[in-house]
């Protein structure tokens, strides 16, 4: 019996060290959390603020731009190939790709700046990393196979003897641009619950 006793004030023991334990490093980590906002100055958060919500503008600034290419660009050059491709052809048609790339590249500085101003602030930080990582994820598809097709469309509007499998190639690409597109949007609106959170710190 007194060995059943000492067995479970043990177990007792030795549950109550880990609670202890957990509670306190727990208690810790919140306690550093709180000295840390209290080094972030107004300023500062001014600085954050800007740079994140200018981030989110351009973001659905270009999510705009590529639902219009979408519903209306694409389905122009894509209705009668490889005839229309004419309308990807720079000087000839309606090519977009010096806006894009000035787009992006504008995007991608303000949101490299977002996550810089707001490194001190953990929770908008990690998430910022997370979502900025998805979007270069993207990027790298974009110019691994959206970007070389295009130039291959390019490239028979110019040669139409270099056609082949133009139904299947358009086909596909257009199914997957519509998931690129969907997922910079997902993106973009992920943005929205940070501003909303960097807005809530200030006292």
Known sequence: MGGSIQIKSRIIEHWFIEVTTVMYQRLKKTINKMNKM??????????????????????????????????????????????????????????????????????????????????????????????????IAVRIWTLSYFAPNIIDFQKVAETPALAKDLISRISLWQTLNYVRVSIYMAISIGLVPLCIKLFSIRP
Not at 86 to 99: A, M, P, R, T, Y
Not at 104 to 117: K, R
Request: glycine share 4%; net charge negative; aromatic share 16%.
């Open 38 to 135: 209290e080094n972030i100055t107004a300023s500062y958060l001014t600085r954050a603020e800007l740079w994140l919500c200018l981030t989110i503008l351009l973001y659905f600034l270009m999510n705009g731009a590529q639902i219009f290419e979408t519903l209306v660009f694409v389905p122009k050059w894509t209705a009668s190939p490889p005839e229309n491709f004419k309308l990807l052809l720079d000087g000839q048609g309606i090519s977009l790709k010096n806006f894009w790339i000035i787009l992006h590249s504008l995007h991608e500085i303000t949101f490299i700046l977002a996550i810089v101003f707001c490194w001190k602030i953990d929770p908008v930080k990690n998430w910022l990393l997370i979502l900025f990582a998805m979007h």
